[in-house]
């Protein structure tokens, strides 16, 4: 079950990137944002608080407070870091690249942060991993993409931000059904998001169907597939295994 849990979840982890691409042509950043999460959110919320109720298993203070500061990390500051360097001309695949190298800074601060050992071997691939991702990203930048050279440090942020929103989770005292983490963290972005895109004057959804398709894609593959599955298999295989698989 867990091998193929985790089949699925790189498939969907990556089809993010692409939903992102399809996305980044049609509409504003924060409006593709806006409308992924607010459904979600609007289905979600009622679903998970009936099933709270009837079972009496409503989040602490507490615990509703960290899930917020892991929903901002995870979703709304990773996401709209790569939406936005999509957005400013950055190589899709660049930035998954950049992306890949959270394991890396992830077991660079397992041992000070959760005392868990990295074996050596693992420390000499995930170097050779950085120097891959250093070669691609600085070969990118070197093309004359239409980028600026500043936009190739937002996926670092970005990927600092679910890094964070990790060991956030991990250090957490107690476990909350990932459901319910799920919508809590949907709510959240959908009330990032929204003020954004209202901020911006960039609430109201284009006509054109690919904002559409891209919408599906990103809301059923990319938010119930892989970041669903990433918070599902941290509870199963752990930090290193999980970022082993992005």
Same mark, same amino acid.
């Given at each position: *079950?867990?091998?193929?849990?985790?089949?699925?979840?790189?498939?969907?982890?990556?089809?993010?990137?692409?939903?992102?691409?399809?996305?980044?042509? #049609? %509409?504003?950043?924060? &409006?593709?944002?806006?409308?992924?999460?607010?459904?979600?959110?609007?289905?979600?919320?009622?679903?998970?608080?009936?099933?709270?109720?009837?079972?009496?298993?409503?989040?602490?203070?507490?615990?509703?407070?960290?899930?917020?500061?892991?929903?901002?990390?995870?979703? #709304?500051?990773?996401?709209?870091?790569?939406?936005? !360097?999509?957005?400013?001309?950055?190589? &899709?695949?660049?930035?998954?690249?950049?992306?890949?190298?959270?394991?890396?800074?992830? %077991?660079?601060?397992?041992?000070?942060?959760?005392?868990?050992?990295?074996?050596? *071997?693992?420390?000499?691939?995930?170097?050779?991993?950085?120097?891959?991702? %250093? *070669?691609?990203?600085?070969?990118?930048?070197?093309?004359?993409?239409?980028?600026?050279?500043? !936009?190739?440090?937002?996926?670092?942020?970005?990927?600092?931000?679910?890094? !964070?929103?990790?060991?956030?989770?991990?250090?957490?005292?107690?476990? &909350?059904?990932?459901?319910?983490?799920?919508?809590?963290?949907?709510?959240?972005?959908?009330?990032?998001?929204?003020?954004?895109?209202?901020?911006?004057?960039?609430?109201?959804?284009?006509?054109?169907?690919?904002?559409?398709?891209?919408?599906?894609?990103?809301?059923?593959? #990319?938010?119930?597939?892989?970041?669903?599955?990433?918070?599902?298999?941290?509870?199963?295989?752990?930090?290193?295994?999980?970022?082993?698989? *992005?």
């Amino acid at each position: *079950m867990t091998a193929t849990l985790s089949v699925l979840f790189v498939a969907c982890w990556s089809s993010g990137f692409i939903g992102a691409k399809l996305g980044a042509g #049609s %509409a504003e950043v924060s &409006t593709l944002l806006m409308w992924r999460f607010l459904p979600l959110a609007a289905v979600l919320v009622p679903i998970v608080w009936l099933s709270a109720r009837r079972r009496k298993t409503m989040p602490t203070p507490r615990a509703l407070g960290r899930q917020v500061v892991i929903g901002i990390l995870s979703q #709304s500051g990773y996401l709209l870091s790569v939406y936005w !360097a999509v957005d400013l001309g950055v190589n &899709t695949g660049t930035t998954a690249l950049i992306d890949g190298i959270q394991p890396l800074v992830a %077991a660079a601060l397992l041992g000070p942060v959760l005392g868990v050992a990295v074996p050596r *071997m693992q420390w000499i691939g995930l170097a050779i991993g950085l120097a891959g991702v %250093a *070669m691609v990203t600085a070969a990118d930048a070197g093309a004359g993409t239409s980028a600026p050279w500043w !936009a190739y440090a937002i996926p670092f942020l970005g990927m600092l931000s679910l890094v !964070a929103s990790t060991f956030v989770q991990q250090r957490a005292p107690t476990s &909350t059904p990932p459901l319910q983490a799920l919508a809590i963290h949907c709510s959240t972005s959908a009330i990032v998001f929204t003020t954004l895109a209202i901020v911006s004057g960039a609430a109201v959804p284009p006509s054109v169907s690919t904002f559409w398709i891209a919408l599906l894609w990103l809301i059923v593959l #990319s938010t119930f597939g892989g970041y669903g599955l990433y918070w599902l298999l941290l509870r199963r295989i752990g930090i290193t295994s999980v970022n082993t698989l *992005m």
